[in-house]
């Protein structure tokens, strides 16, 4: 039998920036019956005043059983090494479980000069957005 889609749960936190706000979508393939993808969309500046938030998503994402995680930056206007560290920690947790993390784009200016600046865009699997949906 089908897993329902969930509906999509929603934090916002107020930064030292500025605000993020942190969505979760999980949902099911056809012929599951549990979670298969939960796409986590990071809005806004992220820095260490909001980023357990982020935290807080991807490690929901991962404790719902999924196969895979999508990790949606194009609208992430600041973030600093604490959203780097987050997505590092998610990517280690999910891959000691059996599950996979993508990182999605486009990225946005901010999400794309971190991983760049930091070396750490190979420690990262990407895929490009689905058009379809």
């Known amino acids: 039998m089908r897993t329902p889609d969930?509906?999509?749960?929603?934090?916002?936190?107020?930064?030292?920036?500025?605000?993020?706000?942190v969505t979760l979508h999980?949902?099911?393939?056809?012929?599951?019956?549990?979670?298969?993808?939960?796409?986590?969309?990071?809005?806004?500046?992220?820095?260490?005043?909001?980023?357990?938030?982020?935290?807080?998503?991807?490690?929901?994402?991962?404790?719902?059983?999924?196969?895979?995680?999508?990790?949606?930056?194009?609208a992430?206007?600041?973030?600093?090494?604490?959203l780097l560290q987050a997505l590092i920690d998610a990517q280690r947790e999910h891959r000691a479980h059996g599950a996979l993390l993508y990182l999605t784009g486009p990225l946005s200016v901010t999400a794309d000069r971190l991983l760049d600046t930091t070396g750490?865009?190979?420690y990262f699997t990407f895929t490009t957005p689905r058009t379809d949906a």
């Open 6 to 21: 969930t509906p999509p749960r929603r934090w916002t936190a107020s930064g030292a920036r500025g605000p993020a706000t």
């Open 26 to 74: 999980t949902a099911s393939a056809p012929d599951s019956d549990r979670a298969t993808v939960t796409t986590v969309t990071v809005v806004g500046d992220v820095d260490h005043a909001n980023v357990d938030i982020v935290r807080l998503a991807l490690t929901t994402a991962r404790e719902t059983g999924c196969r895979s995680t999508t990790v949606h930056l194009g």
């Open 76 to 82: 992430v206007d600041f973030a600093d090494s604490t």
């Open 120 to 122: 750490t865009r190979t």
